[in-house]
């Protein structure tokens, strides 16, 4: 298992950006890419001789501009496993160590860089391990098609999982809009993340009007704040 603090002991606060049209990353979750692009094959190239980390972050809007504008907080990550192929082209598996606050800089690269500030969210959970066993047996429901499968799944060991991590996990993989996923990764509570994800799930439907204006639902208690 990926340890994110001796990982993070090597973050400089400065690395390259990968922003992404219809992808929101979350911290605590891995995920494989297959990089084509020109620029993003020299990033990758690049920071593999160096301490392995870049930024993902959701673009605002689809932009034919060269630097489309991309959102404020976005996931630090780091690539775990690598293979280049034999056109140049890159598989990478990369994990999400942080959620972070995002501002661009001067780039003296293809691609563009960032000055990045680590944020840390609230992981106190209330009931935690009734939400946990709900947020488990919900997503069972949603991710599989017949019983056989939910027996199978149920019956792997999730008990080394944090609650957080199941959390993320659910918001990386759901058929949420990505617009959706990136208020649920800006949210600053774990709790609160969680509580709206079970939301969805119950429905079976998009949450959209739950997000429309996370800021409506995070509640005034000190703890949230």
Known sequence: MIDSNEILKNFKGIAPIFPLPNFVMFPKTAYSFNIFEPRYKELVSDILTEDKFFCSALLKE??????????????LCYIIEHKEMDNGNYNIIVSGINK????????????????????????????????????????????????????????????????????????????????????????????????VLCQFMDSELKVESDLLNFNQIIPTNIRWN
């Open 62 to 75: 689809p932009n034919t501009n060269e630097n489309p504008i991309f959102h404020s907080h976005g996931t």
């Open 100 to 195: 972070v606050s995002i501002e661009e800089i001067e780039s003296n690269y293809s691609y563009r860089m960032v000055k990045m500030k680590l944020l840390n969210d609230n992981k106190t959970i209330i009931e935690e391990q009734l939400k946990r066993k709900k947020l488990i047996n919900k997503f069972i429901s949603l991710v599989t098609s017949n019983e056989s499968e939910a027996i199978e799944i149920k019956s792997l060991d999730t008990s080394f999982i944090s609650t957080e991590m199941l959390t993320n996990l659910a918001c990386l993989v759901l058929p949420l809009e990505s617009s959706d996923k990136q208020k649920l990764l800006e949210l600053n509570d774990v709790d609160l993340r969680l509580d």
